[in-house]
């Protein structure tokens, strides 16, 4: 079960080698609101660098996995994020449908519910 979770980028740690095999980088985001939270992620093995293109103090949007293991009758918990980008990208809005010379449509361009009633009322021509 993936989710996604959209803040601003509070801090990026460096690299770490768990293992030979094995590395793993941290970030935290906050939250907007009354009471912003501070939430940690987790980028591991070739997605370390996912974070890096993004600057601190932007808005970013992070696709994320929860992810869940006991050790030692100790239970932990991981945000695992495996996709980021910028939040202003989301934002932006779709950009309007040129009409047939290049110009975005106006009202009038668009079809009506009375362009579309059949001109001889016939509506046994239905192929069902």
């Excluded at 992620?41 to 006991?70: A, H, M, N, P, W």
Aim: proline letters at 7%; aromatic letters at 12%.
């Amino acid at each position: 079960m993936s989710f996604e979770i959209i803040g601003k980028l509070h801090k990026v740690f460096e690299v770490q080698a768990k293992s030979e095999k094995f590395q793993a980088r941290d970030f935290v985001i906050t939250t907007e609101g009354q009471y912003p939270q501070f939430i940690k992620f987790q980028l591991t093995q070739d997605r370390c660098e996912l974070i890096s293109k993004f600057e601190e103090g932007k808005d970013i949007k992070v696709y994320f996995d929860l992810r869940g293991r006991e050790w030692n009758e100790k239970f932990f918990t991981n945000l695992n994020a495996w996709k980021i980008e910028s939040a202003q990208e989301e934002n932006a809005g779709p950009e309007p449908i040129p009409n047939a010379i290049g110009e975005p449509p106006v009202m009038g361009d668009f079809p009506t519910a009375k362009d579309a009633t059949p001109a001889n009322n016939d509506l046994d021509d239905l192929p069902f």
